[in-house]
């Protein structure tokens, strides 16, 4: 079946280092692929997504690249904040599948210190 | 602003009892989802919606029940609580021609 594997954390930076979370994923025909994003004490927001394969999803300064030929959604971005910390999910939605519904990774927690 | 809702956010209540979490939303998605979050799981499944009078079953349905008698409101009851069942529930939507689900804010729910 469907799967998301992410790199397990926590994951510990400074301010202004250089951040990937690792993210691969097993999937039958062509899924959407996402990173969502959980504040502390919140609900998950859409962060970015990419529907086919070598999309360029971006946002906030956060970039993913969907690698088919790796089957991967590497989370990077160039110079964390201290407001960056917060649980990343990456996820797939096999839309074009009879169910159509989100499947998560178990999420990475990043902290960063200032 | 159109926004999807969750009542309580916090919730304690004993082995047996039966609760019912609410969700609502306003932006007149047809697609409706619970979700259990917790730590080691990330989030998973537990029943969705695709209209008025549709309910499924997801990942981990065992306990839980939903009904959808209109488009705003998905509620997740839990018919006998359980210590199992202690966990942090969001509910999201989506429109069906679309793949993006919005989240609300979550329940925290203990079952003690």
């Known amino acids: 079946g469907n799967s998301v594997t992410q790199m397990e954390g926590p994951v510990t930076l400074s301010e202004e280092a250089f951040l990937t979370i690792n993210c691969t994923y097993t999937a039958t025909g062509y899924p959407s692929l996402f990173w969502y994003v959980q504040y502390p004490g919140e609900g998950l927001q859409l962060l970015l997504k990419?529907?086919?394969?070598?999309d360029k999803g971006s946002n906030k300064g956060f970039e993913a690249t969907y690698r088919k030929e790796t089957t991967s959604f590497h989370l990077e971005k160039g110079s964390v904040q201290v407001s960056d910390s917060a649980v990343y999910f990456c996820a797939l939605s096999d839309y074009g599948g009879s169910q159509g519904n989100l499947i998560f990774g178990k999420g990475t927690k990043l902290s960063v210190k200032p | 602003d159109a926004e999807i809702t969750q009542s309580p956010r916090h919730k304690i209540t004993e082995t047996g009892r039966q609760v019912t979490l609410a969700c609502h939303q306003t932006w007149n998605h047809n697609n409706m989802f619970w979700y259990r979050q917790d730590l080691g799981h990330g989030l998973r499944l537990i029943h969705y919606?695709?209209?008025?009078?549709?309910?499924n079953k997801g990942e981990v349905s065992d306990g839980y029940s939903v009904s959808r008698s209109n488009t705003e409101d998905l509620p997740l009851t839990l018919e006998s609580a359980a210590s199992s069942q202690t966990s942090v529930y969001f509910c999201?939507?989506?429109?069906?021609?679309?793949?993006?689900?919005?989240f609300g804010p979550g329940t925290r729910l203990t079952v003690l």
């Open positions: 990419a529907t086919k394969a070598d």
């Open positions: 919606s695709y209209g008025v009078h549709d309910t």
């Open positions: 999201a939507s989506r429109q069906g021609s679309t793949d993006t689900q919005y």
